[in-house]
């Protein structure tokens, strides 16, 4: 079993409604990661949380400690944000700043 | 400039071909990272340099050899590669060094291929 979880691993929404991606976790965090990775590669680092929630422009973060547990959000999604989204967390018991990533979750948003 | 640029962006190479991957950044940052993403999966962690020393090599195959001649720069060199090292490699860098819980900043990667 992985130690981070994503779902659902594929989404296909139509353009204007709301998205939400989950990420559950198994090990002890002291930071979470959003990323973004458009095809082609490059990955944008959307949010990193340790606590409560986020919000930039259209994208909520959101994280639950206790629940071992974050959302991401998009209101009035656009085709554009299709990309896959990828939740990624810092062990504390692990070495400096590695991640341990999240399968990823494939979202393509249709006009 | 709030960017890491990687060189080349397509690479087609031989098995006993020898190559070189460029990473660079202009960012002040002291952490930088490669990384192997196969297709459809999430990133592997290949090596870390801190203040331009290595602090965390992946067990990678020797194949992979990385340098960091500078706070900036970041090379990975190739020699000897098998077609299962197909894949793209990301660099990344994060601001200090040895501190946690810092955001990455990615290159677009290099699209590698060994034939």
């Known amino acids: 079993k992985n130690e981070v979880e994503q779902s659902p691993q594929n989404l296909t929404a139509q353009e204007g409604e709301f998205i939400t991606i989950n990420c559950s976790y198994s090990v002890g965090i002291s930071a979470l990661h959003w990323l973004q990775q458009h095809p082609g590669g490059g990955i944008v680092s959307l949010f990193m949380?340790?606590?409560g929630k986020k919000k930039h422009g259209r994208l909520i973060a959101t994280i639950n400690i206790q629940e071992k547990h974050s959302s991401l959000h998009i209101t009035a999604s656009h085709p554009r944000d299709s990309a896959v989204y990828i939740c990624?967390?810092?062990?504390?018991?692990?070495?400096?700043?590695?991640?341990?990533f999240g399968t990823g979750t494939l979202l393509a948003v249709q006009p | 400039d709030t960017e890491v640029t990687q060189t080349p962006k397509h690479l087609v190479m031989g098995m006993t071909n020898k190559k070189s991957l460029k990473c660079e950044q202009h960012m002040g940052h002291r952490a930088m990272y490669w990384y192997k993403q196969k297709a459809k999966k999430p990133p592997e962690l290949m090596f870390v340099?801190?203040?331009?020393?290595?602090?965390i090599n992946e067990s990678v195959p020797s194949r992979f050899s990385p340098e960091c001649p500078n706070s900036s720069l970041l090379n990975l060199h190739l020699h000897a590669l098998q077609p299962e090292d197909s894949a793209l490699y990301l660099c990344?860098?994060?601001?200090?060094?040895?501190?946690?819980?810092?955001?990455?900043?990615f290159g677009p990667g290099t699209r590698l291929l060994v034939l």
């Open positions: 990344a860098s994060s601001r200090q060094g040895a501190s946690r819980e810092e955001t990455q900043y």
């Open positions: 949380l340790s606590s």
């Open positions: 990624a967390v810092h062990n504390p018991a692990g070495a400096t700043n590695k991640l341990i």
């Open positions: 340099y801190s203040y331009e020393k290595l602090s």
